[in-house]
């Protein structure tokens, strides 16, 4: 009886401790706002490459489609900051032992490029719109002007943007070819961690693992 009790106290503590580490998934807002965040940016990126295009007259089409992509912009940047402080409040699960030391620092300057790009292309596409002489609205809300009219400010801010959005497009060509190469060629369950969230219904709880136990 002594042996049996003490498995199933082991078993518990065992239990319990794998309920309050997660080191198999993100948590569910890490991956809301992983799939939110990346579902707006390529949509952003696409609607940037596509409003160039449009000619200058009549300049009211124009006019509005550049104003959604700074309203856009400037929502996806909050999203964003809240992105980065949640990272940084919770630590993310660990890689893999079996990952060679080259693939874990790749990832992670992979990562930290990705937020660097992530809050510079909002942050230039502001000041850029700011450094001019018109307004900024924000889904027709116009905000406060702070800036003034600065042509030469204005195009270094625009070509910030522009550079900074060829290194993001490089960055995530990279991040997701390293996806699919945990997915089809490692297979070691990397990807799946920020396809899914972990359901705690899913867990065996510690009372179910000891009755188990105590079963046998």
């Known amino acids: 009886m002594g042996l049996r009790h003490g498995r199933r106290e082991a078993v518990v503590a065992a239990a319990?401790?794998?309920?309050t580490v997660n080191t198999d998934g993100y948590t569910r807002t890490a991956v809301v706002l992983h799939w939110l965040i990346a579902a707006c940016v390529l949509a952003q990126i696409t609607l940037g490459l596509w409003m160039i295009g449009i000619p200058k007259s009549p300049p009211g089409m124009r006019a509005w489609w550049f104003n959604?992509?700074?309203s856009i912009g400037i929502t996806l940047g909050v999203l964003i900051l809240l992105r980065l402080a949640w990272r940084l409040a919770n630590r993310p699960p660990a890689l893999p032992d079996a990952m060679p030391r080259w693939q874990r620092l790749a990832a992670r300057a992979n990562h930290a490029l990705l937020y660097v790009c992530m809050i510079a292309?909002?942050?230039s596409g502001y000041l850029g719109s700011s450094f001019t002489r018109y307004p900024i609205l924000y889904f027709g809300m116009r905000l406060p002007h702070w800036g003034w009219d600065a042509p030469v400010l204005k195009e270094l801010m625009s070509r910030i943007h522009v550079v900074t959005v060829?290194?993001?497009?490089?960055?995530?060509?990279?991040?997701?070819?390293?996806?699919l190469k945990h997915l089809l060629v490692d297979r070691d369950r990397v990807f799946q961690r920020m396809w899914s969230w972990r359901r705690r219904s899913q867990e065996p709880s510690p009372q179910g693992?000891?009755?188990g136990v105590a079963a046998r």
């Open 16 to 19: 319990a401790r794998q309920l």
């Open 68 to 70: 959604l992509h700074k």
């Open 121 to 123: 292309m909002p942050l």
């Open 166 to 179: 060829t290194i993001f497009i490089t960055l995530i060509a990279l991040h997701a070819a390293a996806a």
């Open 209 to 211: 693992m000891a009755r």
